[in-house]
């Protein structure tokens, strides 16, 4: 028994190295840096809306002192006008989640958004009877 475990217990370290030194991808620094909306989404008693075809934009840019900006676009849409807002705040991650706070009124800050394996930030929620799914993509 002996014999067997000390046969592979150099295959356990070789694996437990492996991984050790592989990136790390959940480490807050992880996050820093330009991300983009490449999915943007609503959906309400109006049907669904592909919001980046309509010619919204949202981008972000998450320093490693945890400050945020960016910029919301949201195009006008039958009777709504055009919403334009500064995403000037800050950010926090809690294990592989995300969220930012801004002044500006948007639904961002009330999205939390998940770290997915590729790095894309993917958040999603209803607001005022609208549901609203968003990928942010690393640029």
Known sequence: MKLSLMRTAPIFLGIAAIVACG???????????????????TSGTSGQTNQILAGSTLNLTLASGGGVTGHLHIAASGAD??????????????????????????????ITFSIEANGDLVGAGTFAGTAIALTLSRV
């Open 23 to 41: 990136s790390d991808s959940t480490s807050p620094s992880a996050v820093v840096g330009s991300y983009t909306a490449t999915q943007f989404t």
């Open 81 to 110: 006008p055009v919403f334009d807002a500064d995403m000037t705040g800050t950010w926090t991650r809690t294990g592989n989640s995300v969220d930012f706070s801004q002044s500006a009124d948007t639904f961002v800050k009330d």
